[in-house]
């Protein structure tokens, strides 16, 4: 099995920055793509960035685009997503998501391995 755990969250003003962080533990082999995702209250999960093992594969909702930075450093079994200029419309419950597919999907129920999440909280 595969654990997932967020870390980095937290409570900051309009326009600040945060960054998570997604340590995987256990049978990391098996993992390739990773991805964000959040979910606001009342609000179905989007998806929010991904990334391919190799990083070259990297996609973005466009909600986040040029203000969000998804990365990966697989020798520490971690993603991160660097998060710039943050609204409060990005207070959202973030999760980390794995799959054992190569291919970055958009769709959370492709993904085979979730963390329990990390609040992001942004005040105006």
């Known amino acids: 099995q595969v654990q997932l755990v967020e870390s980095g969250g937290g409570l900051v003003q309009a326009g600040g920055s945060l960054r998570l962080s997604c340590a995987a533990s256990g049978r990391t082999f098996i993992i390739d793509a990773m991805g964000w995702f959040r979910q606001a209250p009342g609000k179905e999960r989007e998806f929010v960035a991904g990334?391919?093992?190799?990083?070259?594969?990297?996609y973005y909702a466009d909600s986040v685009k040029g203000r969000f930075t998804i990365s990966r450093d697989n020798a520490k079994n971690t993603v991160y997503l660097q998060m710039n200029s943050l609204k409060p419309e990005d207070t959202a419950v973030y999760y980390c998501?794995?799959?054992?597919?190569?291919?970055?999907?958009?769709?959370?129920?492709?993904?085979?391995?979730w963390g329990q999440g990390t609040q992001v909280t942004i005040s105006s």
């Open positions: 990334i391919s093992w190799s990083g070259s594969t990297i």
């Open positions: 998501a794995g799959d054992r597919s190569r291919n970055v999907h958009f769709a959370a129920v492709l993904y085979d391995y």
